[in-house]
């Protein structure tokens, strides 16, 4: 059940990524509408656009829907396609995790004639057949969020681990003054997510950090602090955490404070429960600081949004990256969402009454 | 001569590997050695040792609980959700558990010994049906946290031993005492060595199946409870880790698939000896590719080490 639902809410982003958003709106609605420069091509290429007049049907082919991050995709989507009701109908299908399944479930949406497919891919491998297929019938295909094999796909959007991992192993080099001994948690073994980060953040430790020991923790938050208990007993000096997901960064931590030792620097992304940890924690803690690069969870919208342009004649670039949002100590009031559950991905359009809503 | 490992290992093989585990992992890491490091294995063990003390139970029949998982799971999902973080909730959330895991243990028994369903089947199904009720009841996105009071059965501490140990060792010593001293007990181990001889001795063959579900399940529940409580958040994909290996853990610890041979106490030492398996593989830079395969080897070879040793002892 779980394979794919971790490896598929990852995601990941560019350099530079501004905190527009939370400047303008405050603090209540960090990212009320997605703006223009959130989005920007990855290359020059061009997919070619077609036009369809009329009411369009949108297929989303989700691969696992078992997460917080992915409800709150969905239902972000959801929103958006209910606001252009009048121009097209978003029809979900869930490949519960499964790769075969997803294949089917794209075969269904092509066979149901639909006008484009949106896809999150359980495999970027096992899709490509399915998705050439859509193409040949001409269906506009727009996956995102895991890239997808080759190029029989109309566009592509999603963020960049390496980019994300440069980040994060640049700001956790600069916490830790350059020198000192770190641990590290990855997603579930041997995905392409973590092993992309990972690439990116690797060169950016300078070469007084030394990774003591790199863990698979399958962004769970017991399965990080029992491994992070382990640890702990095993090196008595462990100045530094680098996690790709805040949970493991989360679970870590607490696994630091049950066995009474001082908290260190982390990394991670915009789990709500991480910044609550620290606004909590940080008067104690001098050395706690964390560096976050966010997963926006809006990146549907901006599928969604691709699909109609591509099928209004507007040609779009073929590859789209993502720009996260960026939070750390100095300005996670304003993301940090206090009376919402730890599970939250504050990267995200919905509001907090919204989200509420949602996680009821 | 005798030498007293030797003569442990003949007799509670799974104890000397536990012991033989530790040294191993004592030198290539003198700090495991520390008092405090082996009362947090301890602590980590009681989840896995919970549910697998309920497993050992239904494996003893004959049977086998793939449902211990979405047990886990929505335990963990309802008594977050009940509780809200607030200490006044704790005990009307553990009552829902506890009502939920009847049902669910119930219908799994009921499944299996009247329904004639393989056990395999009948609990994979439960554990899907379960992993989706927890999925539609959220929604996917969870909300609430354990209660700080309830926390502290799994963090805490009772008079220096972690609380979630003396959960732990405490139930499944009841749970070995009724298995080796109650007649409810010798009928589970009648019904798993030949179901119908049981019978024909006057053994409620199908209402002791139908307890031994429901025992498996409250058991899980257990478990669930103490990991949501060392964790304290709601989490879906909390359950899984657990459908393989507590089974592993009562193989490992020499219970046999086939049912009516096995203990619950060997159990506590399967438990014990995952856990550290797992401890070790953290701190000696094992990656997990690796740690499936000497996982998959160990649960081969204890398996082997039990027929020969059995074999031996018949001649």
């Not at chain 1, 696992?64 to 991050?69: D, I, L, P, Q």
């Not at chain 2, 025992?215 to 990991?227: E, R």
Request: proline share 4%.
């Amino acid at each position: 059940m779980k394979t794919f639902e971790d490896s598929s809410r990852r995601q990941v982003l560019k350099l530079g990524a501004g905190l527009v958003g939370g400047l303008l709106l405050g603090s209540a609605a960090a990212r009320a509408e997605i703006g223009s420069d959130w989005v920007v091509p990855a290359t020059d290429e061009m997919a070619k656009a077609i036009n369809k007049p009329g009411k369009l049907r949108i297929g989303f082919s989700n691969g696992f829907s078992g997460n917080t991050w992915r409800t709150e995709c969905l239902e972000q989507m959801k929103i958006e396609a209910a606001a252009n009701a009048d121009r097209y109908q978003l029809i979900v299908v869930d490949g519960q995790g499964d790769i075969t399944k997803q294949v089917n479930d794209i075969d269904d949406l092509i066979a149901q004639k639909v006008d484009a497919i949106l896809v999150i891919a359980n495999s970027g491998t096992a899709v490509v057949p399915a998705l050439r297929k859509a193409e040949r019938a001409g269906i506009i295909t727009v996956p995102f969020n895991l890239p997808v094999d080759g190029d029989h796909w109309t566009a592509y959007l999603g963020t960049d681990p390496r980019q994300k991992g440069m980040i994060l192993g640049e700001k956790l080099n600069d916490m830790l003054g350059g020198k000192g001994k770190i641990v590290g948690f990855d997603g579930l073994p041997g995905n392409s997510y973590s092993a992309g980060v990972w690439e990116g953040a690797k060169p950016k430790l300078g070469p007084g950090i030394e990774m003591l020991a790199l863990k698979d923790a399958d962004w769970e938050e017991d399965k990080a602090k029992v491994i992070m208990a382990d640890l702990l007993a095993a090196y008595p000096q462990i100045d530094g955490i680098y996690s790709d997901g805040a949970q493991m960064a989360v679970g870590a931590l607490r696994a630091m404070k049950a066995a009474g030792r001082a908290m260190v620097p982390v990394t991670g992304d915009d789990y709500n429960g991480l910044l609550k940890f620290y606004h909590a924690e940080k008067a104690n803690n001098p050395n706690l600081k964390m560096s976050l690069v966010s997963e926006p969870s809006w990146e549907g919208i901006v599928a969604l949004r691709a699909a109609i342009k591509l099928l209004s004649g507007e040609n779009t670039p073929k590859r789209q990256t993502i720009k996260p949002t960026r939070i750390d100590g100095d300005n996670y009031l304003k993301y940090m969402k206090p009376d919402l559950p730890d599970g939250v991905f504050v990267d995200t359009t919905l509001t907090d009454e919204q989200l509420k809503k949602l996680f009821s | 001569m005798k030498f007293p490992i030797l003569s442990l290992g003949r007799r509670y093989p799974i104890w000397a590997a536990v012991l033989l585990l530790y040294a191993v992992t004592a030198l290539v890491s003198p700090a495991m050695l520390s008092p405090g490091q082996i009362l947090n294995i301890v602590r980590v063990t009681a989840f896995l040792g919970m549910v697998a003390t309920g497993q050992t139970i239904v494996l003893l029949t004959g049977g086998i609980d793939l449902s211990v998982a979405g047990i886990v799971t929505l335990t963990n999902i309802l008594s977050t959700g009940m509780m809200l973080g607030a200490n006044e909730n704790i005990a009307v959330a553990v009552l829902a558990c506890v009502a939920a895991a009847t049902v669910v243990g119930l219908a799994n028994g009921v499944l299996v010994a009247y329904f004639r369903i393989a056990p395999i089947i009948a609990t994979l199904a439960m554990n899907s049906i379960l992993f989706g009720v927890a999925l539609v009841s959220t929604g996917g996105a969870p909300h609430g946290a354990a209660a700080p009071a309830f926390n502290t059965i799994a963090q805490g501490d009772i008079l220096g031993f972690p609380a979630s140990g003396v959960c732990w060792l405490g139930v499944s010593v009841a749970v070995a005492i009724v298995m080796k001293n109650t007649i409810f007990g010798r009928w589970i181990y009648a019904v798993g060595a030949n179901a119908r001889a049981a019978a024909l001795m006057g053994v409620p063959v199908r209402i002791v199946v139908v307890a031994a579900y429901a025992l498996s399940a409250l058991l899980a529940m257990c478990g669930g409870l103490l990991v949501t409580a060392y964790i304290g958040n709601p989490s879906l994909g909390i359950g899984n880790p657990f459908m393989m290996t507590s089974v592993v853990a009562v193989v490992v610890g020499g219970t046999a698939l086939s049912g009516g041979v096995g203990s619950v106490v060997t159990t506590i030492a399967g438990a014990l000896f995952i856990t550290e398996l797992n401890s070790f593989t953290n701190i000696a830079q094992v990656s997990t590719g690796a740690q499936f395969v000497i996982q998959g080897v160990l649960i081969a070879a204890s398996v082997v080490v039990y027929r020969l040793l059995g074999r031996q002892s018949r001649t």
